[in-house]
């Protein structure tokens, strides 16, 4: 199975800075099928981007994905309070589905 | 406005079989376009995709779960059931059921997310 590796493990940022999150694969991946979720504690997790680069419905444009292969990255542009939860990376090309450790975002 | 809820017991003790439910709103799998998925997390660990369902009743499983697992779907109430035999500790995780939809190659995100249940293992 391919495997995510998601880095760095934490990320301590505050409101309006920059986040730029990583995930790598062990092998290629389509970017037709590569997808980035946001999960707060208790919620519901959220798709955020999918086929790589594409925003889901009713995402920010300060969410943007971008990769190719084995090397995809998520930016967050200027984060707001709420921008503030673990992110995951999946890859849903190649059976089985698989996702990242998750990398967590928190206010410095 | 598509939503997605899971329940099932929160204590099973080991070797029982778990049984969850995915109740849903907003889309049919009566119909064609969509599937049920489920995924896992135990704690501390990484998200693990489970099995999926779609509206044609096809169905996809983790192989190496294969065995112990099996996914049906209830149109007429709109449920999703995962059944997984044979539970262990190892098997305590947050259970999620989440929407995707059944394109032709069936490599879909899962775009609409249940918020989980808990399921511990113990004697």
């Known amino acids: 199975e391919i495997v995510l590796t998601q880095s760095p493990g934490s990320l301590y940022l505050s409101p309006g800075e920059r986040a730029t999150l990583s995930c790598r694969a062990s092998q290629s991946v389509s970017s037709s099928y590569f997808a980035w979720y946001q999960h707060k504690p208790g919620r519901a997790p959220r798709l955020l981007i999918f086929?790589?680069?594409i925003r889901a419905t009713g995402i920010p444009d300060r969410f943007s994905g971008s990769g190719s292969r084995t090397d995809f990255t998520l930016t967050i542009s200027r984060l707001e309070p709420e921008d503030f939860a673990v992110y995951y990376c999946?890859?849903?090309?190649?059976?089985?589905?698989?996702f990242g450790q998750g990398t967590r975002v928190e206010i410095k | 406005q598509i939503t997605l809820k899971e329940s099932g017991p929160t204590l099973v003790k080991p070797t029982q079989t778990l049984t969850l439910t995915c109740s849903f709103s907003g889309f049919s799998l009566g119909v064609s376009g969509a599937g049920v998925g489920w995924i896992r997390q135990p704690p501390g660990k990484a998200l693990e995709w489970l099995a999926v369902?779609?509206?044609?009743?096809?169905?996809r499983y983790r192989p190496t779960l294969e065995t112990r697992l099996t996914i049906t779907k209830d149109t007429s109430t709109n449920q999703v059931v995962l059944t997984m035999t044979n539970m262990d500790p190892v098997d305590t995780a947050t259970y999620f059921c989440?929407?995707?939809?059944?394109?032709?190659?069936?490599?879909?995100?899962?775009?609409?997310w249940g918020q989980g249940t808990l399921v511990t293992v113990s004697s």
């Open positions: 369902i779609y509206w044609d009743d096809d169905k």
């Open positions: 989440a929407h995707t939809s059944a394109g032709t190659t069936r490599q879909d995100p899962f775009d609409w």
């Open positions: 999946q890859q849903y090309g190649s059976s089985p589905r698989t």
């Open positions: 086929a790589a680069s």
